[in-house]
């Protein structure tokens, strides 16, 4: 119903012997990600610097989270001095810099879940959340026979309270079998930073499962925890109890009664106060009520992928049950008593109404009386809700299948753009190739050189764009894309290359992103393809080798191999000095290379006719 998930969803990897993708808490030669095969993107948290990942390992289904570590204070010093620095922009007293730190300081850590389960999957999913509010008699009636139905496995909390599993990482334990608890780490918490600080107090006691068990009886177990999983933070980690945020889900991740200890500092999922319960206001309500979480109303976040027909149908079964609906069939002398909803019985029966209404298939068999004003208003929320999922669902499945990903994958460009002669022209070439058989039509390319100059009157254009014009053999639009293409642009004096020089070139601070626009032959859908150069991907006075050539039967053969390989070929020096009609020649010559310096060898100046033979063994 909540987010319950198989035990080793959220908490730590499976330490099952049967895990074919590996044990925690174990170096192993194999790679559990290694032959990750990546099937979608399930959640990207930019904020959290958290990605979530559905995928095969040895074709079972796995889920791999990939989180950036925070930056520690006691590293600072060695990341600055031993990382490398690229400039990406400088304004006045403002740079920007890409900083590529040593391997050791730039740690990803890596959960992973395998073989993960449907459940694991929809936990990790982005989805809509909703506000549900439970009274006691729904978890009775409904809640907890939907726990028990699901049999959500929590052996591996049992693994850690029997020592089988992460008993090196166990921080506290108290072993009396009433009161007592263990006191390790959330797997969320790299355990490098105090202000991230974060660990779980699991109780020995198995018969308790959330929340909703708890009653006076268990303020002794309650108190314990408190005062000695405080206790034992402050020992270990030196973080008074004024520091620390002390609660308890409710919907729980699993199922076996735990407490959280979070720092005031740190904002840790799932500590808002839609399902976080602080555990000293928990400890005054039982010493207060006995029963008090056994019928109050509580309240906690519903995910959408829960189902909404299943949500609609707690809803209608609680309609009917606060109207007696049900108290008619075991009593046969209500039975003249007007009903909200005609043969709604149970919770079965109440799903089925749900679906029937929602899908508005109408079998006949149940029905509204009337009789109720909530059941009408609850009949119009759910078909609105129902038509809105339905264009939901349409809308995300047209784009998905409008967007031609795949397609764009497969025309790849040159790893280096080269500037040489081409046709009496000086020109930039980059290549372009179509790997699949099927052709882009309409197929054109142009380019974008982003860079920051400096205007007549004094003003800095930052990411300044210039337009690039390329073009093939046939011309510059509707490219034959049957075969990898060399694309040319010129380099007159118009073109913002002709301003730079073989030796200057790698000093110039500029981006050239070149796009390729197309339609697929097979779908008639658009895709647009782009990558980038910079500076140092461009290599003055070289051509690409040739890729196409033809075999003794007459057929064309493309050499992928070749595809982003260059040779030295001879080039001016500079754009100025090619367009320089006196030096053309001169320079032209300069830098004709028909072979290489042996510097193995000794200068001789020969006097007259002299004949020099050496002779060496």
């Known amino acids: 119903m909540a987010e319950n998930e198989n035990g080793s969803a959220t908490k730590r990897l499976k330490t099952d012997t049967e895990n074919e993708c590996g044990d925690s808490g174990e170096l192993s030669s194999e790679s559990p ?23 095969k390992v040895k074709d079972q289904d796995a889920v791999v989270i990939l989180e950036k570590t925070p930056i520690r204070q006691d590293t600072l ?46 936990k990790y999913l982005h989805q809509e959340v909703f506000l549900v509010e439970e009274s006691g008699e729904d978890y009775r009636n409904l809640t907890l026979p939907y726990i028990n139905n699901q049999s959500f496995s929590v052996q591996w909390v049992h693994n850690i309270l029997e020592k089988k ?5 166990v921080v506290f334990e108290d072993p009396d079998p009433d009161t007592g608890f263990v006191l390790l780490p959330d797997f969320k918490w790299d355990q490098k930073q105090l202000q991230d600080l974060y660990l779980l107090a699991i109780v020995h006691r198995r018969d308790v499962k959330s929340l909703r068990d708890l009653t006076s009886e268990h303020l002794p177990l309650l108190t314990n925890i408190r005062s000695k999983g405080e206790n034992a933070i402050r020992q ?16 729980p991740s699993y199922y076996h009664l735990h407490v959280h200890f979070t720092s005031l500092e740190y904002d840790a999922p799932g500590c808002g106060v839609e399902r976080a319960h602080l555990l000293s206001d928990v400890i005054q309500n039982l010493q207060a009520d006995s029963s008090y979480y056994h019928n109050r109303s509580l309240a906690f976040p519903l995910r959408a992928d829960d189902g909404s027909w299943f949500i609609f149908g707690l809803l209608w079964y609680s309609l009917a049950k606060n109207n007696g609906d049900l108290d008619v069939l075991q009593n046969s002398s209500e039975s003249q008593r007007v009903k909200c909803i005609d043969n709604i019985n149970s919770l079965t029966t109440a799903f089925l109404y749900s679906l029937e209404t929602q899908t508005t298939i109408g079998y006949g068999g149940r029905a509204l009386t009337g009789h109720c004003p909530g059941t009408v208003a609850l009949l119009i929320i759910q078909s609105l809700m129902g038509a809105i999922i339905n264009c939901f669902m349409c809308g995300l499945i047209l784009a998905k299948i409008s967007l031609p990903k795949r397609r764009a994958k497969t025309v790849t460009f040159s790893e280096t753009a080269v500037i040489c002669l081409w046709k009496g022209n000086l020109c930039l070439q980059i290549r372009v190739a179509n790997l699949r058989k099927t052709l882009l039509i309409g197929s054109h390319i142009y380019g974008k050189l982003l860079r920051t ?6 003003e800095t254009i930052i990411l300044d ?34 301003e730079m020089a073989a030796d200057i070139l790698q000093q110039q601070d500029f981006e050239l992103v070149v796009f390729l626009d197309g339609t697929a032959e097979s779908t008639s859908l658009s895709c647009q393809v782009r990558t980038s150069y910079l500076p140092r991907e461009i290599k003055w006075g070289y051509n690409f080798l040739p890729v196409i050539s033809r075999t003794k039967g007459g057929k064309y053969r493309v050499d992928l191999s070749n595809f982003s390989k260059t040779e030295p070929a001879v080039t001016p020096h500079c754009a100025c000095c090619f367009h320089n009609e006196h030096n053309k020649e001169l320079i032209l010559h300069r830098h004709e290379r028909e072979g290489f310096d042996n510097l193995g060898f000794d200068v001789i100046d020969l006097q007259g006719s002299v004949d020099v033979t050496e002779k060496s063994d």
């Open 77 to 122: 010093s060695e990341l600055l001095k031993s990382s490398h620095l690229k400039l990406e922009m400088k304004n006045d007293v403002y740079s920007t810099y890409q900083l590529q730190a040593p391997a050791h300081l730039n740690e990803i850590k890596t959960t992973v879940v395998c073989p993960a389960t449907e459940k694991h999957v929809k």
């Open 453 to 458: 100059t400096i205007t007549p009157e004094g």
């Open 465 to 498: 764009q210039v337009n690039i014009d390329f073009l093939v053999d046939a011309g510059k639009d509707n490219l034959f894309f049957i075969c990898p293409l060399t694309l040319y642009h010129v380099i007159d004096k118009s073109s913002p290359f002709s």
């Open 33 to 55: 990600v290694s032959d990750f095969e990546i099937t979608r993107i399930l959640r990207d948290g930019a904020r959290e610097k958290t990605i979530f990942i559905h995928g």
């Open 236 to 251: 270990q980690y030196g973080v008074p109890p004024s520091k620390l945020r002390v609660y308890l889900h409710y919907q």
């Open 165 to 169: 599993a992460e008993a090196d990482r």
